[in-house]
């Protein structure tokens, strides 16, 4: 399955990009896509970093084509 | 209903303070209100190993913020008996001194309307998927974590 | 120093939003700020023996006002690190929809300014010798009194 | 001694003076002067008047040549 993948802020600026797609075997989980995105790009898991799908902050949710995964860091509005 | 209305709540750049006399101005008819609750949030200069902040580039997924914003209004006015509420978010850059954030809640009693805007400005700084970038004067910068 | 300044508090009539405005201005240059709370009272049209409270002509015990709001401004600068601290409240005629008390607190962080802000209130309401007389529209009136 | 009286809100519209000067016997405590003017005005006690004086809510004061009394209703700022 094909999914859009969304990063902000810091992660943005690590990872060199905002947006991308990325094709997964689809059994993968939620936890399997972060595991593959943590490694390319060197996320550094203690930042607390949230992930989004569809907009919903929500780990246990399973994917499906077409849905948009946000890496999200630490949020500094205000 | 002011409720339901869809609210634009990231404004491009400071927030000026004629924005806010604009808001507080147009509450004048609305004479069932007795207290308005602000807050603003305004950019410090921080000192950061001996560089100062010179402003905060702000960035957010929108599309979730928009959302969240719309969570939080519908929890505010089931939890809280207000008249109206306002909120303003800025986008892209803001300078030191500058407005970021302009919360405005109204009711009949203050109890409620200081209340209302307390929660605003909590659940929108623990829950909005807003990012800033901290600029200082030698074109470094750092990334901001609310505490 | 700010806290230390005599400060005016009584205006005549109401307070104008540009005011308020130009209070938040005011503060653009001073950038250790990090958060405003405001707190606005808005004269409401309440509804007495069905008749409807048009404006609110305000009196004082003035020397002594002066008096209390300087020892709530001595009290507040102790109790909370606050950067400064404003308040304005009407004498005379103020209309229904309009705002007759304006207080104004800031300090690095939120929590200290919004708790500045509300002891304010809190304590101008209880403390200050301030009397009002709601005006109705047949020229009757009745006398305010603070809950 | 002679004493500066001062009446507001309510009570200068009961009283239908705002201030007026009173001599009184210098043994008369702030409890008679009370007395006094709550019985030539109709006063109503239960209202919670407050008293000041020389702009001090401070009820056990002595009185003293000169001194301001302040007669307070209710408070309404804000």
Request: aromatic fraction near 10%; proline fraction near 3%.
């Amino acid at each position: 399955m094909k999914l859009k993948l969304k990063y902000f802020g810091k992660l943005a600026e690590t990872a060199g990009l905002q947006e991308e797609y990325k094709e997964l075997e689809s059994a993968d989980t939620l936890a399997e896509l972060k595991r593959i995105v943590f490694e390319e790009y060197k996320f550094d898991d203690s930042e607390t970093i949230q992930v989004a799908v569809n907009q919903q902050l929500d780990e246990n949710k399973t994917l499906k084509e077409g849905d948009e995964i946000a890496f999200l860091p630490p949020f500094a509005g205000g | 209903m002011d409720k339901k209305k869809p609210k634009k709540v990231f404004v491009e750049g400071a927030i000026p303070p004629e924005k806010i006399a604009k808001s507080i101005a147009n509450h004048q008819s609305k004479t069932n209100i007795g207290a308005h609750s602000i807050f603003l949030g305004q950019i410090r200069a921080d000192e950061v190993d001996a560089k100062i902040v010179q402003a905060i580039e702000y960035s957010a997924y929108e599309e979730m913020a928009e959302q969240v914003f719309h969570e939080i209004r519908e929890s505010a006015f089931s939890k809280f008996d207000i008249t109206c509420a306002h909120i303003y978010h800025s986008m892209g850059r803001v300078n030191a001194g500058e407005i970021c954030l302009f919360v405005f809640t109204s009711s009949a009693h203050r109890k409620i309307a200081i209340e209302a805007c307390n929660f605003f400005v909590e659940e929108i700084k623990a829950k909005a998927p807003i990012f800033g970038k901290e600029l200082f004067e030698d074109d470094s910068h750092q990334w901001k974590v609310n505490k």
